[in-house]
């Protein structure tokens, strides 16, 4: 089993030639790659956060799950965090917060990674707000971009900024730093906000939870800022039958949206996308500009 060092951390690496995605060819190798080559810009959305993991050992045409405890086998280097969970159970997590980390995970065949709205550190405290945009059938993500473009103007009007991402799957994500809110908060306003576009835009937009209702529509699900949800970051791959990532988008991309192949994105493509158009969602990370919510 070859062992590489990693900012002063010995990983152990297995099944490099392993093909993690049957229908592309792509293995385990390129995943790791693809991760060490983005770690500038993904990990500063995962440190300080308590990571979930979706595992596919065999690849994505096999068997996966969700993993949110600490795999077997953890190395004493890696952070954990202890959170009590809604049960009262205490449970450790894992914060992928260096480049050794997000190797050592890559290599366990951790493919995606999420993360809840608030840091390890102030759980009670949510940094971030998400709308997660979910076309129904019949819609697409071209969809989702009509319905971003006006929930970007919606919240703007509360001094709100946002940033978009593709979902890495069908949809999209709008992100915003928060200030001075709980979880609860987050999600009462985000309620709001989808329920409020629902109402002025019934034809094309929904905010219940029936996936009845849902046909012909962008369904804008508010509950992911649920203190027990998680959401994919920013960069990470996706489980799905290509080696999609979700990627940030420029708002310029968003409104200029015409096919859904227009937003679509793998990790072969990331590379030089970031040397061609940077990091979308830079300004999101900036000191200082989060915003609160109203009222």
């Not at 227009?262 to 493509?269: K, R, S, V, Y």
């Amino acid at each position: 089993m070859p062992i590489t060092e990693v900012e002063g951390r010995r990983v152990k690496l297995s099944h490099l030639d392993r093909v993690l995605w049957p229908e592309t060819g792509t293995t385990k190798a390129e995943l790791l790659e693809y991760y060490a080559t983005v770690a500038g810009v993904l990990l500063p959305h995962t440190s300080g956060r308590l990571a979930s993991f979706v595992r596919t050992p065999d690849g994505v045409d096999g068997q996966r799950f969700f993993q949110k405890r600490p795999p077997a086998g953890t190395p004493d280097w890696v952070k954990t965090t202890e959170r009590a969970r809604s049960s009262g159970e205490l449970m450790d997590q894992v914060e992928v917060n260096d480049l050794a980390t997000l190797v050592w995970a890559g290599n366990l065949a951790c493919v995606e990674i999420h993360t809840p709205q608030w840091r390890a550190a102030d759980p009670d405290a949510a940094d971030r707000l998400v709308l997660d945009l979910d076309p129904g059938p019949d819609r697409t993500v071209v969809d989702c971009c009509r319905v971003a473009l006006d929930l970007r103007e919606r919240l703007g009007a509360d001094g709100i900024a946002a940033w978009a991402k593709t979902s890495g799957s069908k949809g999209l994500h709008l992100l915003a730093a928060l200030r001075g809110a709980t979880p609860d908060e987050a999600r009462a306003y985000a309620r709001t906000i989808a329920r409020e576009l629902e109402a002025a835009h019934p034809d094309r937009v929904v905010s219940r939870m029936a996936k009845a209702d849902r046909t012909g529509r962008v369904f804008i699900d508010w509950s992911q800022n649920s203190a027990s949800k998680t959401t994919a970051v920013p960069y990470t791959v996706r489980a799905r039958a290509r080696p999609t990532v979700s990627a940030p988008l420029t708002w310029d991309e968003v409104a200029a949206a015409e096919e859904p192949g227009q937003l679509d994105f793998t990790i072969g493509e990331m590379p030089a996308r970031l040397a061609e158009v940077g990091d979308p969602l830079a300004a999101l990370l900036e000191p200082g500009g989060a915003s609160a919510l109203p009222g």
